[in-house]
């Protein structure tokens, strides 16, 4: 499979809606809510609905990698020498999803917030280290579960975080190499239809391989 470099062309049909119901958001919540409506948008359409609402996502087991935590990650979570940008992405996503009905995992450096626990399932853990032992699927809050939705944006794709950046340099691993590899761990994980989603490349699952939307 080659690398995709096409973007997803759905329009956000919903960010009006969000705005009234949000009121002023800090920049991270805002890149939540729009992907919120991107996922929504894309499900309706893949559903032959039209737009979506957010309740599309009700009853939807969804995991979303590089979720972002309640603080910047600890420097000894990393191989030397690593610079890490002294700020953090909160989990935004995985909350809007969990209140809006969808069974949410989130993985990421970072810790997560115990005030969270009831609306997602956050799991602190090296996703480069989990992916390049093989090891996505065995974490054990993951084991034998099947998902409709596997979800990372600005973690992968054409703008890595800086983490990701860090941790694959002191590999000496090039990033398409590790989407690859990710790629293929994460397909088995997938239900029948089920949706790959790397940033603004997005595929469907049928049968035993994916198949990339918007080409």
């Known amino acids: 499979m080659n690398s995709p470099e096409s973007r997803n062309p759905i329009p956000f049909s919903n960010s009006g809606e ?19 409506d991107d996922i929504v948008n894309l499900l309706g359409f893949t559903q032959g609905a039209g737009n979506g609402t957010w309740k599309l996502v009700n009853g939807l087991t969804v995991l979303d990698l590089g979720c972002g ?38 993985i990421d450096l970072g810790e997560g917030d115990k005030e969270d626990e009831a609306t997602y399932t956050h799991i602190q853990t090296n996703i480069v280290d989990q992916v390049l032992t093989n090891g996505l699927a065995q974490i054990p809050q993951l084991r034998d579960i099947q998902f409709d939705i596997i979800h990372s944006y600005c973690f992968l794709g054409g ?11 002191v590999r000496r691993l090039e990033g398409s190499d590790f989407n690859m590899l990710l790629i ?4 088995p994980m997938l239900k029948n ?4 989603l790397l940033d603004n490349n997005y595929y469907r699952k049928e049968e035993s391989r994916l198949v990339k939307l918007f080409e």
């Open 69 to 106: 935590s309640i603080s910047s990650p600890d420097r000894s979570s990393f191989d030397s020498p690593f610079t890490v940008l002294n700020m953090s992405y909160k989990p935004y996503l995985c909350r809007l999803l969990g209140q809006n009905g969808a069974k949410a995992y989130g």
């Open 193 to 196: 239809k089920g949706l790959l």
């Open 18 to 36: 969000i705005m009234l119901n949000h009121g002023t958001l800090d920049t991270s919540l805002q890149y939540a809510a729009y992907r919120l």
């Open 184 to 187: 293929n761990q994460a397909t």
């Open 159 to 169: 703008s890595p975080s800086p983490v990701l950046e860090n941790c694959l340099s």
